[in-house]
C-alpha cells in the first residue's frame, strides 16, 4: 500500500473512532483521537471543536487534520484540537507510539481524582490495567509544550495515565488499539466502582491476562464498535 493509501485510512480511522468513541458518551467536545504512520512525523489529529465540528458523533475527513511535530498544519483547512501538543510530545517520547486518545471519561476519571487504582476485572479488557496506571498531578490544559513534555515521563507501560482532575490518555501502537483501550479502561473503571459496592472484588490473574491477550485481537472488537455509528458519510 503507498503511503498516500496508508495516510488516508488513518484519516479515515481517527475520523470513525472519534464518532463511536463520542457516541459511547465517552469522548466529548474537548476530547481528542490521533494517529501517525510509523516512522513519520506527519500527525493525523481531529480539529479543534467549532463551527464545523459542532458535534464529534459527525466528524468528517475535512474535521481531521495533518500538523507536524511543531503543530504546523500539513493538510487540512482547520486549526488541530487546541490540546494538541499532548500529542506531538509523545509522539516526538515514543518512536513506537503510532495512535493517542485523549478522553474526559466520567468513571475512569474519577478513579484519577481519588487517586484509587482501576482493577483487571474483566477478561479480555484487563489488560489495559495489568500494571497500576499512574497519575500525572496537573489538573490543567495540557496545551503548553513545557507541560506537555513532562506526560512522557509519567505514562507507563501499557502506556495509560490519568491526568488528576481533568481526564485520561491512552497511547498505543494502532488507532484501533487505543481505542478499544480507552473503551476497555471506562468498563473496568464501572466495574471496579460496582464490585466495590457489592462486596469484595476478585481480579484476574495475571497467567489469565496474558492468556486472553494472546488469544484475542482489539481489531475484532474494533469492527463490532465501528459498526455502531454510520461511515458512509465522511466524506
Known amino acids: 500500500m503507498a503511503v ?9 480511522k481517527v475520523a470513525i473512532s472519534t464518532r463511536f468513541l463520542a457516541h459511547l458518551g465517552i469522548l466529548d467536545y474537548l476530547g481528542s483521537v490521533s494517529a501517525r504512520l510509523h ?4 500527525i493525523w489529529v481531529v480539529s479543534a471543536f467549532g463551527t464545523r465540528n459542532p458535534s464529534r458523533l459527525g466528524t468528517k475527513l475535512r474535521d481531521v487534520v495533518c500538523i507536524d511535530l511543531d503543530g504546523r498544519v500539513l493538510e487540512g483547512d482547520q486549526d488541530p484540537t ?5 500529542h506531538v ?3 516526538r517520547a515514543r518512536p513506537d507510539v503510532g495512535s493517542v486518545v485523549h478522553t474526559h471519561q466520567k468513571m475512569a476519571k474519577a478513579f484519577g481524582i481519588v487517586e484509587r487504582d482501576i482493577l483487571p476485572l474483566l477478561h479480555i479488557q484487563s489488560k489495559i490495567v495489568a500494571k497500576p496506571i499512574p497519575f500525572f498531578s496537573s489538573a490543567t490544559f495540557v496545551s503548553t509544550k513545557e507541560r506537555a513534555q513532562l506526560l512522557p515521563q509519567t505514562l507507563g507501560d501499557p502506556y ?3 491526568l488528576r482532575n481533568h481526564g485520561v490518555v491512552v497511547e ?17 473503571a ?9 462486596g469484595k472484588p476478585r481480579v484476574v490473574p495475571q497467567a489469565d491476562i496474558e492468556a486472553l491477550a494472546a488469544a484475542t485481537s482489539d481489531l475484532d472488537t474494533w469492527t463490532y464498535y465501528s459498526h455502531m455509528v454510520p461511515t458512509e458519510d465522511l466524506e
Open 39 to 42: 516512522g513519520s512525523d506527519r
Open 190 to 198: 464501572e466495574m471496579t466502582y460496582i464490585t466495590a459496592v457489592l
Open 4 to 12: 498516500e493509501e496508508k495516510e488516508f485510512e488513518l484519516r479515515r
Open 172 to 188: 498505543v501502537r494502532v488507532v484501533e488499539e487505543a481505542t478499544i483501550n480507552t473503551i476497555s479502561l471506562e468498563q473496568l
Open 160 to 162: 495509560v495515565c490519568h
Open 82 to 86: 487546541f490540546e494538541w501538543r499532548q
Open 89 to 91: 510530545e509523545i509522539y
